[in-house]
Every structure is written in structure tokens, then in C-alpha cells.
């Protein structure tokens, strides 16, 4: 990872789940209690390597894996509920969000995540960020066609900041989000550097 200090960056792009607020473990809490009424199977090593796709997408993955006739769609909706009724519990991950409080009006700065933009906005706001965050620099699951390991969602914040990509630092806690950094042509700091979050099982 570069130095946090190059005095080429020109913009900062957070994930949010991981990264900005200590969402994981609560989002693997959801996925087991959704799951298991389907009698569907997601281990917790395979539940961090998806790190970065929408619920819907890894629904349908594990549906074809696992042979499983159902509805992604309505699956994702009962995950992201179940996930939902614990997000008031979530904290901030420090480090990172010192780094927020830091280069706010400095430089500018964008949220690019892999949940639903509502969400983020809600994550943002209970970890006291929502301030320094407008909506237009919050891209979203559905702002994209494309999900991380792609670029996407990396390139489309860095449009919306104004900044060339190469000018780019993101901010990151999932191997297909530092994939995606690094497709987008950004520097890269992995937050698992400084945060590990908590292991259910």
C-alpha cells in the first residue's frame, strides 16, 4: 500500500461495510439466519471473499452452487430486513473514519459501496458521517450495472468528485474491492492493516 502521505492524491473514495463502520459481522449474523431457513450454506470465509457484491447477486450464486430453486430477490430482501433490525449496534471503524475527519473540506471525498445507497446513507448516519457525506457522492449497488471486482462503482464516484482516477486513493477491506481499485487505475489502502474485524464462528 502507498503512503498515506502522497502528495499526488487529490481524492478520497471509502467503501462503507468494513471499511467506514463495523458492519461485517452483523451482515454474517443476517446471511445465517436468513440462510438457514433455506437450508443454504455460506461459511464465513466465503461470506468475507464476497465482500464487495450485492446480496441479490450472492443469493443467486449460491442458489446455482447449492442446486436451490428460489427467489434471489426475495431472499436479499429478507437478508438485508434481517440486517436492518441489528444496524443500530454498528460502530465506526476509528482509524478510518479519523482519516474522514481529517481530509474533510481538504479534499474531496466519496462513498462507493456495494449495498443500496439508502443503507449506506443510514450506516453514515449512525456513525456520525452523514454531514460530510451528500447524497451525490454516495454511489450505491443500484448506481452501477457492474459490481466490484469491476471497476465500476470506483470509476462512477471518481466522475462524481471530479478527480482522475489515477489521482484516486480508495479505501478497503475486500479482496474484490482492492481488485476493483486496482482495475480503476487507484492507489489502494487496505483497511485490514489497521481493522480486523470481530469472527463469529
Not at 462507493?112 to 456520525?128: D, M, N, Q, Y
Request: aromatic letters at 6%; charged letters at 30%.
Amino acid at each position: 500500500m502507498s503512503d498515506e502521505n502522497n502528495s499526488s492524491i487529490r481524492g478520497l473514495i471509502f467503501d462503507c461495510d468494513g471499511t467506514l463502520a463495523d458492519t461485517m459481522p452483523l451482515h454474517f449474523r443476517a446471511w445465517r439466519a436468513t440462510l438457514d431457513r433455506y437450508k443454504m450454506e455460506l461459511s464465513e470465509d466465503r461470506f468475507y471473499s464476497l465482500g464487495g457484491q450485492p446480496t441479490v447477486k450472492i443469493v443467486g450464486l449460491l442458489a446455482k452452487e447449492q442446486g436451490i430453486e428460489l427467489s434471489p430477490t426475495e431472499v436479499a430482501v429478507e437478508k438485508e430486513e434481517a440486517f436492518l433490525t441489528q444496524l443500530r449496534k454498528v460502530k465506526p471503524i476509528a482509524p478510518i473514519v479519523d482519516i474522514v475527519r481529517q481530509h474533510h473540506g481538504k479534499l474531496p471525498m466519496a462513498v462507493a459501496s456495494g449495498s443500496h445507497r439508502e443503507v449506506v446513507k443510514t450506516v453514515l448516519e449512525i456513525i456520525g458521517l452523514s454531514d460530510l457525506f451528500d447524497d451525490h457522492r454516495i454511489v450505491g449497488a443500484e448506481d452501477t450495472e457492474l459490481h466490484k471486482p469491476n471497476p465500476d462503482v470506483f470509476l462512477e464516484a471518481a466522475r462524481r468528485i471530479e478527480i482522475a482516477p489515477e489521482l484516486c486513493r480508495v479505501y478497503e477491506d475486500a479482496e474484490l474491492g482492492i481488485e476493483a481499485a486496482r482495475r480503476a487505475g487507484m492507489e489502494c489502502f487496505d483497511v485490514r492493516t489497521v481493522f480486523i474485524p470481530e469472527r463469529i464462528s
